[in-house]
């Protein structure tokens, strides 16, 4: 068919997430305005919700850290050819096993965030694992066998969370992490004294510290920056990736395939995991009751897709995630708008994500308005 | 230049300057083609001449670019196969169209359904009309079969038949004889023979030369989309049409040194395997291969040749038996220790097993080797190494276009199948297995893969040819096994083969029942 | 003792399959013609919301059950448009479906019932009926197993339509040929675009009517955490099934009857005797499907083409 060099598609992908960004928003304003709302005024709210006040920001960061960590799960699980709906399991088990890490080991500080935010994540990857077990022995779907896991890990959390020893007091949750182990940003220092006045010397630094901004935004640009590194630059990355593209000739040039999906799937539990970790040791403090999944594993596919399932590419595509959906939630308060526009919004982008020829459609129109009567550079 | 109104209904098919653009490519220049009623047309060319995309056209795939074309001197424009089919053409492609779950009767019947009230499928009646066609031109089929369940002739009877259960008054075949013994093409002959009886016509399209020589009437070449000219079959030689075809003088001289073959360097031991639905597949095979020769496994396609180059290549387990290479027992070494050994294997099927399409040419180059040293230290790739090594090779095999960044999967079938050879042989092999090593390459590629298999067995390597096409096998071969269910049933030096031996012993050595 | 454990496990697993099976065919619908619709649980959701609303300003939960049916198929029909006009990724535009689902349900949701996320009930008497109701003996076991919601029968009847068309008919020989080879379909002149429309807009249709069997029938109302995660225990279960509607259906039944035994073991009667702590219990189905999975099914092939978009040369 067609010789396609890397990248000289008339719809390079950053096009296509932008014009899908675009479109998804108009069609959230579309929805607005039949129902009676004026999207302006509703778009308004959102950016100020998101950028007038530094402890805006901050807030957005904070969104955004989990949903960047869990968009890096399934991104480098497709990028391995596995599809990771598990995330949502993972993150509760990496939120788990940082919880109970926090509260009941003690430690020095920074080495016990550390050591809690390592539980977490080796549980998580276990629960990732088993998944990746199971396809590689079994030959078990990895989409069925990663949603009966997500279940059992919601209950699992439900039970252990009550039991006696670890449960709260007059409360359905973990006893609270030691101070030890949080990851927010000197936590103690600035409800201190000296705190206190230094805040209010430094209006800026005052409300930004109002929220609980924590490292959890550092490991996550870390962490994928990390993941593109393994993915490209290292052999392992290489044989994952070609499990990933061809499971045939993988296993042709001696690839073990099994031990690389078990593999694969280890790490991207992980990293969801790493995200419930750091959302416990950073923000919640406690492993909590769920009466219903918490979404943000399910997000993390919604980042992945806008991000172009790439690495790098979770970083913008978690930072809008997470904006709109912070920003989203003041639509309530502000209009009386429902807050669901906002996953409209991302449903429609993501369903102008799925369609590149749509894009490729676009752009080539628009490069021939922008060349007269030319010909389009066609494939 | 008009045509008569007359002269333009003999001919069962005219096209007139057809022209057929994909993109910037030119598939079809400006092609007259005409084919007289009730006759046997060839259409000769080489693997992307634009044989194929012509035919295709007149069955309704795609519209051409310009030109006409007529239908029993009436102009058609034909926007679907429906259209076709309604007007009488029928085609049977070269990879055949059959759902492979469904019956011998649900295929034939397909988009042509014998249903009642509520579109209910009467497969009774259906039935009868197969069992009817299929002894009126002497096409036997199992109509109860499942497609996945019989013989590649017989699936090509049921795809003639599919064309005739539609009233198909032309058909076109496509390279009909590339997946047949010498016997079953001798009996495709003899059908073509009943059909033009019945006084239908028959196009096929083929390179190959002794085919045409034997069925057709007359002869349209094409080269690189244009045509060359139209000749009577019985006034040419084989060598004329070559020359017509490749454009150039074409020797089909043996160009060989003599083998000068050493001790066993693989040996099979009553080996047994099943295939992929658990049914046996390897019967106790047993054969050697030594240094310094080309052995050939020689067979109709499903008597176990692909089992058997799986359970070399450490792919497939073995239910019993064992396989010495280089003395050693390797029968339960994986496919990575395999290659550690020294063992390379050319695949069957290129695109599946032996390219990451969505890898560049780079890193395809060194799938084996991704762990070793220059190309990964301590587990981190070094990406300069790599294409330094990428670009050697592409100069070496003359790989284009030559960039080491295109992916795999925009090279054409004979790059690719250059990626995978430089691969192999570069990493200086002992034993060189190469399965179907020129499936769907032009004249120039085959050339080059042929001689580039005989430098290795003249470097003193074992090579193990398995392949479906008999006049490659008779070229390169200098020593001959025959596959038949499983097992080898003939083992033959190659100045005691030949054509005729070989069909007869591919297809069990009994008298020929297909 | 035994007779009524029996009876009640059955009841409840026939009770909660209805949902289920209905999504689970449609995936099976889909995937037979080459479309993977992952977007089951986001069009089951919306169906469960418009079923209920529906149901609920009509006064007749019948016509909300259609409804219900109409709006998955519209849902399904952006997919259709998007995978089999334009060559999208399957996955990718179901995942977009099931944000846009449940988005758009409590949207809507917020938007006629007041700011709730959750729709009035329907009164109980123009619920979905039972049919068999006082034709057995009250509370005996045939009553308690049998006089089961309309919707029950309906999915069943379902599977038995499914099989029927697909494995018996002209339309059914032909939505397999184009998810097994689209191209042996077209080149016999079968227009594969508009099959496989109508084979996604029919999953849609069957994703509704499950959510309805929710909304409308078991309970009277929709709410936000009504479906959460059924439409990908359909999914499962159509993999389980290996993709005929006969299979579907036992993995459906297999799944509510391991609720159905959780339910069971959850009783004040039996915590008594066997203190399983409900977390726990509520692990089993999940557990015993991974457990079936691994010990029976094996490696399962799903239609030849399925997930690749069809494109003509």
Redesign the interface.
Known sequence: MSNVKRGVLSASPIFRTLFSVFTGLLVGALVLFISGYSPLKAYRVIIDGIFSKPSYISYTIIYATPLIMTGLSVAFAFKTGLFNIGAEGQFIMGALGAALAGAFVSLPPVIHAIFAATAGIAAAALWGGIAGYLKARFGVNEVIATIMLNWTALYLNNYIVNLPGIKRPAATATAFILDSARTEVLPLWKISEAGKLWRAAHPVWQDILRTPLNVGILVALIGAVLCWWLLNRTTLGYELRAVGHNLDCAEHVGIDINARMICSMAIAGGLAGAAGAFHVLGWTRQAAELAAMEGLGFDGIGVALIGNASPIGCIPAGLLFGALKYGGSKLQFALRAPIEVINIVIGSIIFFVSMPKLTQIVAQRLKRRRLGRGEPHVG | MQQATNSAAEFAVEMRRVTKR??DFTANDKIDFQVRRGEVHALLGENGAGKSTLMNQL?G??PPTSGDIFINGEKVHLA???NA?DRGVG?V?QHF??????TVT??IM????S?GA????NEAHALREVEALSSRYGLSVDPRARIQDISVAMQQRVEIL?CLYRGAEILILDEPTAVLTPQEIEFLGTIIHNLTAEGKTVVIITHKLREIKKMAERCTVIRRGIKVGTVDVASRSESDLAEMMVGRAVSFAVEKNPARSGDTILSLKGVHALNNRGLPALNGIEFDVKRGEILAVAGIDGNGQSELVEVL?G?RPIESGSVYFRGDDITRY??????EMGLA?I?EDRQ?????????VA?NLI??Q??DRPF?RR???D?KAIKRHANKLIERFDIR?P?E???A??LSGGNQQKVILAREITRNPELLIASQPTRGLDVGAIEYVHKRLVQVRDEGKGVLLVSLDLDETLYLADRIVVIYEGKIVSVLDREEADERKLGLLMAGGEAVHV | MLADSLAFIFATTLMYSAPLIFTALGGVISENAGVVNIGLEGMMTLGAFVGAAVGYYANDAWIGFLAAGVSGGALAFLHAVACVTFMADHIVSGIAMNFIGPGLSLFLSRFFFNGATQTLSLSLDVKIPRPLNGVFEQNGFFDMVFNQYATVYLALLMVVLLWFVLYRTRIGLRIRAVGEHPKAADTLGIDVFRIKYMAVIASGVLAGFGGAALSVAIVSRFSATLVSGQGFIALAAMIFGKWRPGGTLAACLLFSSAQGLTVFLGRADLQRLLPIPSQLLAIIPFLLTLAVLVGFVGKSRPPAAGGVPYEKE
Do not use: D, W
């Open positions: 994909f993109g069955y795939l795609y679907s196969p429906k089919i085609m492609h169209m059959l759902v492979q779950p469904f649900e295929n397909l988009g042509r359904e249903a509520l579109g209910i499928l599919k290549t792919l994986s496919p990575g220790r395999r290659i294997a695949p599946k097993r032996g390219l990451v399409g969505a890898f560049t890193e799938l084996e991704r762990a990964s587990g981190v790739l990406l276009p960039r960044t295109y992916l999967s925009s």
